[in-house]
T-cell receptor, first 112, second 116 residues
Framework: SQTIHQWPATLVQPVGSPLSLECTVEGTSNPNLYWYRQAAGRGLQLLFY??????ISSEVPQNLSASRPQDRQFILSSKKLLLSDSGFYLC???????????FGQGTRLTVV | AQTVTQSQPEMSVQEAETVTLSCTYDTSESDYYLFWYKQPPSRQMILVIR??????QNATENRFSVNFQKAAKSFSLKISDSQLGDAAMYFCAYRVDTSGTYKYIFGTGTRLKVLA
């Protein structure tokens, strides 16, 4: 069976510090991978998606970057966090065109 | 650009009653998928129901059904016999195929409260 792991679950970071959120998928190969951000009271905003190793597409200009060093690993990073980076971050994967996206349990990031 | 609009930030329903959540979308594509996801307080995103645009028949999953109006670009979710466990944020989503890459566009969500 396929599973998706996302960590950490919660994170409190000072402004200006670096960030690394990790997402891994098990039980499938060559998935489409996604990073979403959910700000308080708002919907899910697509940040990045990846169709393969080293292939990253950015949806919105921002202080964040993403990388896919392995087929089933997707990393969200920042060199210097801003207060506005606070939010709930969700990783998701799509196995095949005929299925829905499956989501990780999310990371609540608070930048202080 | 594809957009998804959920015009009801919050809805309430009495337990055992029926409620309909609205969703409209904008697209120039003829073939696509639509989804309703539920996000309970745990914040885990759970698929409720999905609809393929080429299918005219409305999707149904137990107490959940959709009213898909392709020409009007409308995709509403009906919850029958509402239960306390249905209380959650509900997101409507549209999946677009961009050169073989599948992107999900989400609405801003509707918070559903179920009253005992």
């Amino acid at each position: 069976s396929q599973t998706i792991h996302q960590w950490p679950a919660t994170l409190v970071q000072p402004v200006g510090s670096p960030l690394s959120l990790e997402c891994t998928v098990e039980g499938t190969s060559n998935p489409n991978l996604y990073w979403y951000r959910q700000a308080a009271g708002r919907g899910l905003q697509l940040l990045f998606y990846s169709v393969g190793i080293g292939q990253i597409s950015s949806e919105v200009p921002q202080n964040l970057s993403a990388s896919r060093p392995q087929d089933r690993q997707f990393i969200l990073s920042s060199k210097k966090l801003l207060l506005s980076d606070s939010g709930f971050y969700l990783c998701a994967y799509l196995r095949t065109v005929n299925t829905e996206a499956f989501f990780g349990q999310g990371t609540r990031l608070t930048v202080v | 650009a594809q957009t998804v609009t959920q015009s009801q930030p919050e809805m309430s329903v009495q337990e055992a009653e029926t409620v309909t959540l609205s969703c409209t979308y904008d697209t120039s594509e003829s073939d696509y998928y639509l989804f309703w996801y539920k996000q309970p307080p745990s914040r885990q995103m759970i698929l409720v129901i999905r609809q393929e645009a080429y299918k005219q028949q409305n999707a149904t999953e137990n107490r959940f059904s959709v009213n898909f109006q392709k020409a009007a670009k409308s995709f509403s979710l009906k919850i029958s016999d509402s239960q306390l466990g249905d209380a959650a944020m509900y997101f409507c989503a549209y999946r677009v195929d961009t050169s073989g890459t599948y992107k999900y566009i989400f609405g801003t969500g509707t918070r559903l409260k179920v009253l005992a």
